[in-house]
């Protein structure tokens, strides 16, 4: 079973997201912000992050960067999320070297279809 960090400080957010991923049967951790996640994703070594970026203490695009200067973390796909999502937001994501950007307002089986390419 695939194992998904999802990083949001958004309760109800992260919840539904962490809610729909086991539901179609991932292995499922939450952390509320970038510093909680980055400690999570060293400790349990994720097949996948999802990451909001607008987040207080580590935002999403710190995480990213953090993740990418540890050896073994770097190797793990992070998809970056965000209720702002413009041309500007996607494209300063997928050069800092998401694996993808997604819209919070993404429907479920694209969210889907997305995690499922990242973990192939």
């Given amino acids: 079973m695939k194992t998904i960090l999802v990083v949001d400080d958004n309760e109800g957010m992260r919840e539904s997201i962490c809610e729909f991923l086991r539901w179609r049967r991932f292995n499922v951790i939450e952390a509320k912000d970038g510093q909680e996640g980055w400690q999570l994703a060293i400790e349990q070594k994720p097949d996948l992050i999802l990451s909001d970026i607008e987040m207080p203490r580590m935002n999403g695009y710190e995480l990213l960067e953090k993740l990418q200067q540890d050896l073994d973390a770097a190797m793990i796909p992070v998809i970056l999320i965000s209720g702002m999502a413009t041309v500007?937001?996607?494209?300063?994501?997928?050069?800092?070297?998401?694996?993808?950007?997604?819209?919070?307002?993404?429907?479920p089986y694209e969210l889907l279809q997305v995690v499922a390419a990242k973990l192939k």
């Fill in 88 to 107: 500007d937001t996607r494209n300063h994501a997928l050069q800092l070297g998401a694996a993808d950007f997604l819209s919070k307002i993404v429907p």
